[in-house]
């Protein structure tokens, strides 16, 4: 299909072991999103990427969180130590303008 | 930071009943959008708003951006079994690109 992909859409994990979550944005759109849902929430924002820069990366919520985006498409969001408290849905959305449209989001679970 | 409040938190109706559901913060938006999300899945654009005081409607929709820019609200007419589902609104604050989410309203329909 034309929407946002993203994998693993299920991950499981040891704490202190660090994961990859990747997302696939629709093409041709030059913005891609990073969100996190943990449940029962809202989603709270992460990082923002316009082409391969990341103008705001506010939401990052320690230095264990990065992520890249290569050739203005695939990103990449890496956990590094995970910690029980990293559990939660990441979702990546990505947009032309205004309206971002999200892909089905990875599940991490962290024992 | 920037919130939004969302209410109700939950709702419990009858197929066939007509629901409103709203979001209020003390910031001011840009842009609103009005999102569901289904189990298992990221959530789904319904209805985005550009200009205070714009009401649009999408099938069986309506949502409104606040005269103020600081609320917005959103009706679902004749509810039918598949609205089941949890919305949330979402804010595009002024200078940012990213979206402020509600806590979400789970919407229940009693056969």
């Known amino acids: 299909g034309a929407g946002v992909s993203q994998s693993p859409s299920n991950k499981v994990t040891e704490k202190g072991k660090d994961v990859e979550l990747r997302c696939d944005p629709i093409s041709g759109h030059t913005a891609l999103y990073w969100y996190r849902q943990s449940l029962g929430q809202g989603l709270e924002f992460l990082i923002y990427f316009q082409g391969n820069s990341a103008p705001d990366k506010s939401g990052l919520p320690s230095d264990r969180f990065s992520a890249e985006r290569t050739g203005g498409s695939v990103s990449t969001l890496t956990i590094q130590r995970t910690q029980q408290e990293d559990s939660a849905v990441y979702l990546c959305a990505s947009s032309l303008a205004h309206e971002q449209f999200f892909g089905p989001g990875t599940r991490l679970t962290v024992l | ?111």
């Open chain 2, 1 to 111: 930071g920037q919130q939004l409040n969302q209410s109700p938190q939950s709702m419990f109706i009858q197929e066939g009943e007509d629901v409103s559901m709203n979001c209020t913060s003390s910031s001011i938006f840009n842009t609103w959008l009005w999102y569901k999300q289904d189990p298992g899945e990221g959530p789904v654009l319904l209805i985005a708003l550009y200009k205070a005081g714009e009401l649009t409607s999408n099938g069986r929709l309506t949502a409104q951006f606040g005269i103020t820019r600081k609320d917005s609200f959103l009706n679902i007419s004749a509810s039918i079994p598949s609205d089941v589902g949890i919305y949330f609104c979402a804010g595009q604050p002024r200078g940012a690109q990213k979206l402020v989410f509600g806590q979400g309203t789970r919407l229940t329909i009693n056969p």
